[in-house]
């Protein structure tokens, strides 16, 4: 599902769920989207977060590195 699309959907489910209620497979499907865009945040920022090179006062750069 295109991220955009992904967006509409669920605040379509959040509306429905303030006013008439979700059904559990509308509970199902709600708690599955929110799953797939954490995904797609924490993917977009850790591409990012690759990218970024830090300088150090001696000059020398290097690379955001992931914490083991």
Do not use: C, W
Request: aromatic share 2%.
């Amino acid at each position: 599902m295109e991220f955009d699309q992904l967006i509409k959907r669920i605040n379509e489910l959040s509306r429905k769920s303030k006013t008439e209620g979700l059904t559990p497979a509308e509970k199902a499907e709600q708690t599955e989207l929110r799953n797939q865009y954490r995904a797609l945040v924490v993917g977009n920022l850790s591409s990012q977060l690759e990218g970024i090179k830090i300088k150090h006062p001696d000059g020398t750069i290097t690379d955001v590195k992931k914490k083991q």
